[in-house]
């Protein structure tokens, strides 16, 4: 019976580091949170689940969202592309040397203009692999490709759209610009977990 009860949380650290890592591996748009009409600097963190390279990143823009800003990525190129009024509505980077490898991840980041009313903002991503599939993140939060959605809350009266982008980074787009990783603490939690529930068996054992 102990090691039933044992072997049951096991398995419920494994899941929940599982579920963990699963949506680390999501293209994402960082920050989740910002200030109505804020030049916010979004972030795109694409990480690569397959064995083979992505070659090519393409980014939607909500339409509340005016983007005429991007940050140049060694090693990529990058095109914006518009509707027929001229208003930039993606942008697409594409690899002039290799691409993002198997277990690697990069980041593109650009500047945007936020709406001035408060609201969900939606992120269209399609991640193309060097062999021609095309993972399109456009579905609903529970989906396995969701798209990336960012909170607009609002922001202080007078000092909005003055930030330029120069506002302090959230702990997710801190972490990574460092070199660092979401999913470390969580490693980290599981393994203490394990380690705990270990040593209750044994004292009870």
Avoid: C
């Amino acid at each position: 019976m102990k090691v039933g009860k044992w072997m049951s949380s096991v398995l419920m650290a494994g899941a929940i580091l599982t579920l963990a890592s699963a949506a680390q591996a999501h293209v994402n748009v960082y920050p989740k949170e910002s200030t109505t009409g804020a030049y916010e600097k979004y972030t795109v963190r694409v990480p690569v689940e397959k064995d083979v390279k992505t070659t090519k990143v393409k980014l939607e823009f909500p339409a509340e969202v005016k983007v005429s800003t991007v940050q140049p990525i060694p090693g990529w190129s990058y095109e914006f592309e518009k509707d027929k009024d001229g208003r930039n509505t993606a942008l697409v980077w594409t690899a002039t040397n290799g691409g993002i490898g198997p277990h690697e991840f990069a980041e593109f980041a650009f500047v945007g203009a936020n709406p001035k009313e408060p609201g969900a903002l939606s992120w269209k991503a399609y991640q193309t692999y060097a062999d021609g599939e095309v993972v399109e993140w456009t579905g609903a939060a529970d989906s396995q490709t969701p798209a990336s959605v960012t909170t607009i809350k609002a922001g202080a009266s007078g000092d909005a759209g003055h930030d330029h982008g120069q506002a302090a980074a959230p702990a997710e787009e801190t972490a990574s610009s460092t070199g660092g990783s979401n999913t470390v603490p969580l490693v980290l939690s599981g393994l203490a977990l394990l380690i705990s529930i270990v040593s209750l068996f044994r004292k009870k054992a």
